[in-house]
């Protein structure tokens, strides 16, 4: 596609559910990163692929948070048992070769609501 | 790890005033310094980027600088517009490493 896709773009869940986030970064992009921005901050990093290799989860906040991206193109964000400080925009970034230098190319990001 | 810091978090400018944002980081092997925009609702988009081996960069209205001895670098945007309200991200890497730091951003308003 045109660019990093992410759905769905509004998730409400109740606390204790589990959810998946999907992103579709653009064709080719050999690294992938997840963030999660809370309301009025700054990204803050969560996971990084390259290809289909997780080489950082160190940002995962706690063990429900896991990351796949199988065959190095989709990858999904999942999150178990969520809880209410799980509420924030889930963005995704796609980047054409390791981040040696380049733009990170974002998509729309997924809102996740947690009641 | 790499600690970012952006001042202020809130700007206010009247339209066709001047707008300087900055950001301090922490470690000296960073080396690329991007900026983004983001819109309510929308993705961060990259506006203007420097690397280390620069000390100033300029696009149109927007300019970055970079002082590698203080390690702080800062974004300036002549003769706002009212468009150009939006939260600005600041963002330190390393090249090779597989993070980019971001600062916490700073929402600036342009009043007409």
């Known amino acids: 596609g045109a660019g990093v896709s992410q759905s769905p773009r509004y998730k409400v869940a109740k606390r204790g559910q589990d959810v998946a986030l999907r992103c579709d970064p653009i064709s080719g992009h050999v690294s992938l990163f997840w963030y999660q921005q809370a309301l009025g901050q700054g990204p803050e990093f969560l996971t990084y692929?390259?290809?289909?290799?997780?080489?950082?989860k160190s940002g995962l906040p706690s063990d429900r948070f896991f990351a796949e991206r199988p065959e190095g193109s989709v990858s999904t964000l999942k999150i178990q048992r969520t809880q209410q400080e799980d509420s924030a925009v889930y963005l995704c970034?796609?980047?054409?070769?390791?981040?040696?230098?380049?733009?990170?190319?974002f998509g729309e990001g997924s809102r996740l609501t947690v009641l | 790890g790499e600690n970012v810091e952006q001042h202020p978090s809130t700007l206010s400018v009247q339209e066709g005033d001047s707008a300087v944002i900055k950001c301090t980081y922490s470690?000296?092997?960073?080396?690329?310094f991007p900026w983004y925009k983001q819109e309510l609702g929308k993705r961060p988009q990259l506006i203007i980027d420097i690397r280390s081996n620069v000390g100033e960069k300029k696009d149109q209205r927007i300019a970055v600088t970079l002082n590698k001895t203080a390690k702080h670098f800062s974004l300036h945007i002549t003769e706002t517009q009212p468009e150009d309200s939006a939260v600005y991200f600041c963002a330190a890497i390393i090249y090779n490493f597989n993070k980019f730091y971001f600062g916490s951003g700073t929402k600036l308003n342009v009043k007409p």
């Open positions: 970034a796609s980047l054409l070769s390791r981040p040696t230098s380049g733009e990170l190319f």
């Open positions: 692929f390259q290809n289909e290799a997780q080489l950082d």
């Open positions: 470690d000296s092997a960073s080396n690329y």
